[in-house]
């Protein structure tokens, strides 16, 4: 899921308070680790004798008929394991606060989404994350047989496991949604390459003055565009402005806005924001450039491939007269990087009270069907009913109506295991021709692993992602007046605020990891 484009500022404050409260966390705990002596029954399967709730926690928002769907699940759990599970949202406002603080402060967790793109390997690294080696045998036996070498090793530091990977190739490069129908409508060339976009955004700007091509938010747009047409590396994470010069030169770590390529682009989007190719106000919006585009006012909305699926398929039923294509920007360069297995994934807070019960509850998750189907698809004969093949599922069920029973869509990707996925009927046929262009171009993900927790630059990185804030941002967009004196203040900010120390700190924390690796 491409969650993924962060608030750097406000993850940024979390995260340093985050720091120390785990590293304090971490010093309380005691040396034995829970399930090191499991406690079985005379059967040899392990104790449920004992009732216990737990608590969990998704990223992300509820379904309106979440509680509906748990409720049924806590039926199964109580029936199958003697326990119910509490299951909390962090909503998508401001969730990097709320995850961050939630690690922090100690309350009891028993199990919580993981992800690369959600600070794992920074959390494992701080001790916030229960190894789980010695459980995950007795209490997860089938995960512990299905999940892949491989990706064990994702989510591990020397011998120690710190969550359950979902076990699911995914690829989810950047790329963008477009109007189609217009760009055939005005005669315009197919989007393989960035003077294509150009014309594309040109041509509707032009034939459609009351269009702005790319509504509302136009961040996400831009800033992904422009690494992908450099083959700039995004690493470090919360860095803000290190990147990897190219995949093929992965040990060339920069601070991009000193580049060529950058003051060239920022030229650049001063020419695209004066032709009103987004608006001026487009930092400060609140509105998806998606929403703009059924609104017939919109052009263009930056999604990964699965999430333009269903956004082109949610079109094609609320405005089936619009005709929708989808770009990847993997095409600028031929090759895509699939996510690591801890893209998406589960682990337990350090400081959880019933960490076995809640393996227990994963891998029946992840492995029963009854299970899975209910909480990743809803409730059968409501949220969906499966095809006849039994490979899809039908979203509403049959007889339902689509505008009073939504599909349901919650943060399910932790425990997503790919024998029992099923694509919806219907959805959009470009999905899986794509998925096969990704797989054949494939290249490993060298930059995703590296751990940075930044304590030893940590007031100069809240520096520097002030100063990218603040002047980097604009500059990008092209939001000011005089670009060459915007891009001299916005350098000389940088370097005042620290970035070379930033710079130094990524540059050695990759070396030593690709070292390890033997990347050259």
């Known amino acids: 899921m491409n969650r993924k484009v962060k608030s750097v500022g406000s993850a940024l404050m979390a995260l340093t308070l985050a720091a120390g409260l785990l590293g304090a966390c971490s010093e309380k705990q005691g040396t034995a680790e829970p399930g090191a002596n499991p406690a079985k029954t005379e059967s040899g399967k392990p104790d449920t004798s004992k009732k216990v709730q737990l608590v969990w926690y998704l990223l992300g928002d509820a379904h309106k008929d979440s509680q509906k769907v748990i409720d049924e699940w806590n039926k199964m759990l109580e029936k199958d394991l003697n326990t119910t599970v509490k299951v909390n949202f962090t909503t998508w406002n401001e969730w990097q606060t709320k995850y961050n603080l939630l690690l922090a402060s100690g309350e009891k967790v028993d199990m919580i989404f993981a992800s690369s793109w959600a600070g794992f390997y920074k959390y494992a690294k701080q001790g916030a994350f229960l190894d789980l080696s010695k459980l995950l045998p007795v209490y997860a036996p089938e995960t512990w047989k299905t999940v892949p070498k491989q990706d064990w090793n994702d989510v591990s530091t020397g011998d120690k496991i710190y969550a359950v990977p979902s076990t699911f190739s995914e690829y989810t490069p950047n790329g963008i949604v477009y109007r189609e129908d217009w760009r055939k409508e005005l005669n315009l060339p197919e989007i393989k390459d960035l003077a294509a976009l150009e014309a594309y955004l040109d041509g509707v700007k032009k034939a459609k003055p009351k269009v702005t091509p790319i509504g509302g938010k136009a961040w996400n747009e831009i800033n992904t565009l422009f690494f992908a047409v450099h083959d700039f590396q995004g690493i470090g994470g919360d860095s803000g402005v290190i990147a990897a010069r190219s995949y093929d030169k992965p040990r060339e770590i920069m601070a991009y806005p000193f580049t060529q390529e950058f003051a060239d682009w920022a030229k650049k989007m001063k020419s695209w924001a004066d032709k009103g190719y987004w608006s001026s106000n487009t930092l400060s919006s609140q509105t998806e450039a998606g929403d703009l585009i059924k609104a017939g006012t919109g052009a263009v909305y930056w999604r990964n491939p699965a999430a333009a699926g269903g956004f082109i398929t949610d079109v094609k039923k609320s405005n089936p007269d619009i005709e929708l294509a989808y770009f990847p920007f993997t095409r600028f360069h031929k090759y895509a990087v699939p996510n690591l297995s801890i893209n998406n994934g589960m682990a337990i807070p350090k400081n959880a009270p019933n960490p076995e019960r809640s393996l227990m509850v994963l891998d029946k998750l992840r492995n029963d069907p009854k299970y899975f189907d209910l909480m990743t698809y809803g409730v059968e004969g409501l949220h969906y009913d499966k095809s006849a093949d039994g490979k899809h599922i ?39 021709k794509l998925n096969e262009e990704f797989k054949s171009q494939s290249k490993p993900n060298l930059f995703a692993p590296i751990l940075m927790d930044y304590e030893p630059v940590k007031s100069q990185l809240a520096a ?15 939001l000011v007046p005089d670009v060459d004196k915007a891009l001299d203040t916005y350098r000389s900010k940088l370097k005042a605020a620290g970035v070379d120390a930033v710079l130094d700190y990524v540059q050695k924390q990759a070396n030593a990891y690709y070292g390890e690796k033997g990347i050259k």
């Open 394 to 432: 039908v979203v509403p069920a049959k007889g339902q109506d689509p505008k009073a029973v939504k599909k349901y869509d919650i943060a399910s990707w932790g425990w997503r295991y790919e024998p029992n996925m099923r694509s919806e009927e219907g959805g959009w046929a470009g999905f899986d």
């Open 464 to 478: 520097v992602n002030q100063v990218f804030q603040q002047y980097g941002q604009p500059l990008m967009l092209g």
